[in-house]
Nanobody, 119 residues
Framework: VQLQASGGGLVQPGGSLRLSCEAS????????LGWFRQAPGKEREFVAA????????RYLEPVKGRFTLSRDDAKSTVYLQMNSLRPEDTADYYC?????????????WGQGTLVTVSS
């Protein structure tokens, strides 16, 4: 599976960004997908996951209510809409194919896309 992430950039606190990740190499609707992030000097952490059907999502507690994960099966793309961004959201963001929806264990990684939240 190949994952191509995009959409990172510099944004002011309180602003919004939408990350995209296009997947190829396997039937998209068979893929539970997730996003992770890694801030400078910190370990990579789980951010959000979406089930194969798109009916179920789950989030890291600090991003609940601010981030929304969705998928467009026709475009083989998953989106992470990030609103009300905070400086502590600054990190490299990685999309992934999860082994299963319920467990934060990636099977495949994409390359990172950098999100910087700063005034």
């Amino acid at each position: 599976v190949q994952l191509q992430a995009s959409g990172g950039g510099l944004v002011q606190p309180g602003g919004s960004l939408r990350l995209s990740c296009e997947a190829s190499g396997r039937t998209f609707t068979s893929l539970p997908l997730g996003w992770f992030r890694q801030a400078p000097g910190k370990e990579r952490e789980f951010v959000a996951a979406i089930s194969m059907s798109g009916r179920f999502t789950r989030y890291l507690e600090p991003v609940k209510g601010r981030f929304t994960l969705s998928r467009d099966d026709a475009k083989s793309t998953v989106y992470l809409q990030m609103n009300s961004l905070r400086p502590e959201d600054t990190a490299d963001y990685y999309c992934s194919v999860l082994r299963t929806y319920a467990i934060d264990e990636p099977e495949f990684w994409g390359q990172g896309t950098l999100v910087t939240v700063s005034s």
